[in-house]
């Protein structure tokens, strides 16, 4: 059984806000109680190249506490940032597109650099 979302028009959704909102995942109190930020592309970016990171063994790994090297993990995370430069392609501002262009570079040379 598939779950569809209504898609809005484009009078809908400046009227009525996004469906994130409606969702409940615009900005939420976090578990200390302070609003969080709403979500952007660049948080999602930055959230996807953490990941990378901790699986290039640059950043502890949270469960573990230790520096961990998993290259597999790692190709993957940065193919899927490879993909959402490919599938945004001419939808994003140039400040994206140019920190997308940006952390993707460097992953792939730290990516490099790791596992040759």
Not at 37 to 57: E, K, Y
Not at 92 to 100: G, I, K, V, W
Request: glycine content about 8%; some cysteine.
């Amino acid at each position: 059984m598939t779950q569809e979302s209504p898609q809005k028009t484009g009078a809908e959704a400046e009227a009525g806000g996004s469906g994130a909102e409606e969702a409940g995942c615009g900005a939420a109190p976090s578990s200390a109680g302070a609003a969080l930020p709403p979500a952007s592309f660049t948080d999602f970016i930055l959230s996807l190249s953490t990941s990378a990171l901790v699986s290039l063994g640059e950043m502890d790994n949270p469960l573990t506490k230790k520096k961990e090297k998993d290259a597999a993990a790692a190709r993957h995370t940065i193919d899927l940032v490879a993909l959402l430069q490919e599938k945004t392609k001419g939808n994003l501002t140039r400040e994206e597109d140019a920190f997308l262009t940006q952390v993707l570079t460097d992953l792939r040379l730290r990516y490099a650099r790791v596992f040759g």
